[in-house]
T-cell receptor, first 115, second 113 residues
Framework: DGGITQSPKYLFRKEGQNVTLSCEQN?????MYWYRQDPGQGLRLIYY???????QKGDIAEGYSVSREKKESFPLTVTSAQKNPTAFYLCASTPRQFANTGELFFGEGSRLTVL | GQQLNQSPQSMFIQEGEDVSMNCTSSSIFNTWLWYKQDPGEGPVLLIALYKAGELTSNGRLTAQFGITRKDSFLNISASIPSDVGIYFCAGQNYGGSQGNLIFGKGTKLSVKP
């Protein structure tokens, strides 16, 4: 079945450690996004990529890094520089024809807890 | 930057009740969208509105794009238990990419005990 797969679903990390969240899509979508969700908050954009080998910072990129080496993959690394990394992370994608429509297809999320 | 004010923050519903929530902004948007998020899942698009004054239905859901372009509302008629979740509004302007999509903080719908 086509879709967006995020892994792991739950992740625990010690302070000072980097961690990478995986996002894979087999929808042949061109653009991919990473959002952060905190309780009672809306979704805040971390990074997005509209084409392979290119990505742009969102509103809260500090302490995060991404890569887009393949169309179907957009991994997010939460670095030790991120001061408050405990959150629910959502990956999304959209095809080129939806580029300006606001219509996003989300994965099921990854919950990161820093101990 | 642009912000969306979504209200109410939370509400309790009894099966069969109608539900109403809205989203306002100090800025104009050319697109309004409503997403629903079930617990532990990613949001799913419910309704997208692209024209000021537009009224669109999707089953028991009805949403309107405010004529001023600064607000939108979502109504759910005859609510059922599976309506619980968090509803997000989102706004975007033409000429931007999805990177310019702004989300509200959500309205959490729960079942009355």
């Amino acid at each position: 079945d086509g879709g967006i797969t995020q892994s792991p679903k739950y992740l625990f990390r010690k302070e000072g450690q980097n961690v990478t969240l995986s996002c894979e899509q087999n929808l042949n979508h061109d653009a991919m996004y990473w959002y952060r969700q905190d309780p009672g908050q809306g979704l805040r954009l971390i990074y997005y990529s509209q084409i392979v080998n290119d990505f742009q910072k969102g509103d809260i990129a500090e302490g995060y890094s991404v890569s887009r080496e393949k169309k179907e993959s957009f991994p997010l690394t939460v670095t030790s520089a991120q001061k408050n990394p405990t959150a629910f992370y959502l990956c999304a994608s959209t095809p080129r024809q939806f580029a300006n429509t606001g219509e996003l297809f989300f994965g099921e999320g990854s919950r990161l807890t820093v101990l | 930057g642009q912000q969306l004010n979504q209200s109410p923050q939370s509400m309790f519903i009894q099966e069969g009740e109608d539900v109403s929530m809205n989203c306002t902004s100090s800025s104009i948007f050319n697109t309004w969208l409503w997403y629903k998020q079930d617990p532990g899942e990613g949001p799913v698009l419910l309704i997208a509105l692209y024209k000021a004054g537009e009224l669109t239905s999707n089953g028991r859901l009805t949403a309107q794009f405010g004529i001023t372009r600064k607000d939108s509302f979502l109504n759910i008629s005859a609510s059922i238990p599976s309506d619980v979740g968090i509803y997000f509004c989102a706004g975007q302007n033409y000429g931007g990419s999805q990177g310019n999509l702004i989300f509200g903080k959500g309205t959490k719908l729960s079942v009355k005990p």
